[in-house]
């Protein structure tokens, strides 16, 4: 486990491999006397073939249990609503593979799939006033800092994956993190950052968009 700051604002590519690119927007704040960003991702943008699925979260003043802060775009276009009932999931067929984001809980958390490629349990949750004052964030109190947690899940990276986390799966790799520290930063904002979330182009990314591939 390690923790990655980036900047607020900013854009930096996940994973990006032969196949598949996954970019993650920051938010954040920095209380006075701080000389980094607390940080949290508010949207994902996972790039495939000629397809680009976001998921993200709403900007939230206050949060509220009941209301469903995910919003989800497929090349571009927003998905109005991802089912509650029935099979409470939205599929789209790609021209290789198929795409299912399927609701775990009536709102907020969701499982994505993009076959053989990646699978996402995300879950939108705020930042909670005992959380706040814990940390001392010093948040504003018009806003929850809405933002997504993520378990990821990778088929098929190649042994040359690239990005902050997909680099981790590469074979023989050696975290440079300090071990044994409360929180363990990983670096390499230089490396990672896009000029987009849209953007497959980072210092050392390796996807390569098929002609057609859907931006926003």
């Not at 949750?125 to 109190?141: D, F, M, T, V």
């Not at 993520?150 to 990005?163: H, I, M, R, S, Y």
């Not at 799966?169 to 950052?193: F, H, L, T, W």
Request: aromatic share 10%.
């Amino acid at each position: 486990m390690f923790y990655f700051h980036g900047a607020k604002g900013g854009n930096f590519a996940i994973v990006s491999d032969d196949n598949l690119q996954i970019n993650a927007h920051f938010i954040g704040t920095r209380p006075k006397g701080r000389t980094r960003d607390f940080t949290w991702v508010q949207a994902l943008s996972i790039m495939f073939d000629t397809h680009t699925l976001v998921i993200a979260a709403k900007r939230v003043s206050k949060w509220d249990d009941n209301f469903d802060a995910l919003t989800v775009k497929w090349n571009g276009q927003t998905v109005d609503n991802i089912p509650t009932d029935g099979d409470a999931e939205w599929r789209a067929n790609g021209e290789e593979r198929e795409v299912v984001v399927e609701r775990t809980d009536d709102t907020n958390t969701v499982r994505v799939q993009v076959a053989n490629l990646v699978e996402l349990n995300i879950k939108v949750r705020p930042i909670g006033k005992e959380e706040n004052r814990a940390h001392n964030y010093q948040l504003p109190e018009n806003d929850a800092f809405a933002h997504l947690e993520t378990q990821f899940k990778f088929f098929n990276l190649t042994d040359l994956v690239e990005g902050v986390l997909g680099k981790t799966y590469r074979a023989g790799y050696v975290s440079p993190v300090k071990i044994g520290v409360p929180m363990p930063m990983m670096g390499g904002e230089d490396k990672y950052q896009t000029p987009s979330l849209y953007s497959p182009l980072c210092n050392v990314c390796r996807f390569q968009p098929q002609s057609g591939t859907a931006t926003i």
